[in-house]
């Protein structure tokens, strides 16, 4: 599913051709190239397995957009090609193998990329510019984040609905929104707190004899070092999709939002708010992509994660994500999902401490 979108989108944006692919499962190749066929007149290759994939030499880079359960695994085994890697998130489901992969890029020839779309969105795009560019808050006080959406669609072989495969919905869903947070707060995460739960979701789903676990909502809140306090909420349960991320400083408060569906043919809209004196947004302003784009996969976002890539392997200035911040995101996630099954505050500095991560982390 986010295979394809990834081919529409450089496909539209133009800077790069898709050459080929490679998936295991027949009926998610068939799926693929029909796709690609009905806005392209390309040939697509599509290789006998990973191996005669990467070792292409007409392969300039390699997108990995697999189960997440399959990303460290499948970086093991294309690491010696030394190519430009795009690896979807979360870079890992375990924090061990994201200890790794961070070490990996560290001496690894190209770069790596993570999927971290979310943070080319365009609500956000505009929220960091007002707030890092414009300095409109003032010093931040508060962040906080939400997200309200429609259930986890249907994966290959239901691996999004079983926490040992996706490692979990804070891992799996939220590192998006724990990277924008640590991106707002531009500082080192002290402590969190989290409940959550399965409430509604896969309580009577199966898949091979072995019971649905995915949690379906979540209240996580978080102290950062300078006094800056954050919150996140999930629900996994709402009919429409609806996100907003909301700022305050000491001039006044931002808020970032996007209404979107699942539902064929209906449009997102994108909107920021700038409650500050005087402020031309202070009753609001729609700052949704072009419909091309914003049609395009993620609200547009997906887009402009492609123009980083390409500007990147380029050498031109980027603002994708790195393995870092990758592994900051998943370890607020995974330190969340630890404080709601011990129904206690984890110190984020012990808990890395307790996963080996000192040599790759620094406070």
Same mark, same amino acid.
């Given at each position: 599913?986010?295979?394809?979108?990834?081919?529409?989108?450089?496909?539209?944006?133009?800077?790069?051709?898709?050459?080929?692919?490679?998936?295991?499962?027949?009926?998610?190749v068939r799926q693929a190239v029909a796709e690609f066929?009905?806005?392209?007149?390309? *040939?697509?290759?599509? +290789?006998? $397995? @990973?191996?005669?994939?990467?070792?292409?030499?007409? !392969? &300039?880079?390699?997108?990995?957009? #697999?189960?997440?359960?399959?990303?460290?695994?499948?970086?093991?085994?294309?690491?010696?090609?030394?190519?430009?890697?795009?690896?979807?998130?979360?870079?890992?489901?375990?924090?061990?193998?994201?200890?790794?992969?961070?070490?990996?890029?560290?001496?690894?020839?190209?770069?790596?990329?993570?999927?971290?779309?979310?943070?080319?969105?365009?609500?956000?795009?505009?929220?960091?510019?007002?707030?890092?560019?414009?300095?409109?808050?003032?010093?931040?006080?508060?962040?906080?984040?939400?997200?309200?959406?429609?259930?986890?669609?249907?994966?290959?072989?239901?691996?999004?609905?079983?926490?040992?495969?996706?490692?979990?919905?804070?891992?799996? *869903?939220?590192?998006? +929104?724990? $990277? @924008?947070?640590?991106?707002?707060?531009?500082?080192? !995460? &002290?402590?969190?707190?989290?409940? #959550?739960?399965?409430?509604?979701?896969?309580?009577?789903?199966?898949?091979?004899?072995?019971?649905?676990?995915?949690?379906?909502?979540?209240?996580?809140?978080?102290?950062?070092?300078?006094?800056?306090?954050?919150?996140?909420?999930?629900?996994?349960?709402?009919?429409?999709?609806?996100?907003?991320?909301?700022?305050?400083?000491?001039?006044?408060?931002?808020?970032?939002?996007?209404?979107?569906?699942?539902?064929?043919?209906?449009?997102?809209?994108?909107?920021?708010?700038?409650?500050?004196?005087?402020?031309?947004?202070?009753?609001?302003?729609?700052?949704?992509?072009?419909?091309?784009?914003?049609?395009?996969?993620?609200?547009?976002?997906?887009?402009?994660?492609?123009?980083?890539?390409?500007?990147?392997?380029?050498?031109?200035?980027?603002?994708?994500?790195?393995?870092?911040?990758?592994?900051?995101?998943?370890?607020?996630?995974?330190?969340?999902?630890?404080?709601?099954?011990?129904?206690?505050?984890?110190?984020?500095?012990?808990?890395?401490?307790?996963?080996?991560?000192?040599?790759?982390?620094?406070?």
């Open positions: 599913m986010i295979g394809r979108e990834h081919m529409r989108v450089a496909t539209l944006l133009g800077r790069a051709r898709v050459h080929g692919l490679f998936d295991p499962e027949p009926e998610s066929a009905s806005y392209s007149a390309g *040939k697509l290759i599509v +290789y006998r $397995d @990973l191996r005669s994939a990467v070792d292409d030499p007409a !392969i &300039d880079a390699i997108f990995v957009c #697999s189960p997440n359960f399959t990303h460290f695994q499948i970086l093991q085994q294309i690491k010696h090609t030394a190519k430009p890697l795009f690896i979807e998130k979360p870079m890992a489901i375990r924090l061990d193998d994201a200890r790794s992969m961070l070490l990996l890029a560290d001496e690894y020839p190209s770069f790596i990329q993570l999927g971290m779309q979310y943070r080319f969105k365009s609500q956000y795009v505009e929220a960091f510019h007002e707030i890092k560019e414009r300095n409109s808050l003032g010093a931040i006080k508060t962040i906080a984040m939400s997200e309200y959406r429609p259930p986890f669609l249907n994966k290959v072989k239901q691996w999004n609905k079983f926490n040992a495969f996706s490692g979990g919905t804070l891992v799996e *869903k939220c590192c998006h +929104y724990f $990277d @924008l947070i640590n991106l707002m707060a531009e500082t080192r !995460i &002290d402590n969190v707190y989290a409940v #959550s739960g399965q409430a509604v979701n896969f309580i009577d789903f199966t898949y091979e004899g072995k019971d649905s676990d995915i949690h379906d909502h979540a209240f996580v809140v978080m102290q950062f070092a300078g006094g800056i306090s954050a919150s996140f909420t999930l629900n996994m349960f709402s009919r429409e999709l609806y996100e907003e991320l909301s700022v305050t400083g000491k001039n006044g408060r931002l808020l970032a939002s996007e209404h979107s569906s699942f539902t064929p043919g209906s449009r997102s809209r994108a909107e920021i708010m700038v409650e500050v004196d005087g402020h031309p947004a202070y009753q609001g302003k729609e700052v949704t992509y072009p419909a091309q784009i914003e049609a395009s996969g993620h609200q547009g976002a997906t887009f402009f994660e492609h123009e980083a890539f390409i500007d990147q392997l380029e050498g031109k200035p980027h603002d994708s994500a790195s393995c870092e911040q990758g592994m900051w995101a998943i370890l607020i996630a995974s330190a969340a999902q630890q404080s709601a099954a011990a129904g206690q505050l984890i110190s984020v500095k012990d808990f890395a401490a307790e996963q080996g991560l000192n040599d790759v982390l620094s406070w």
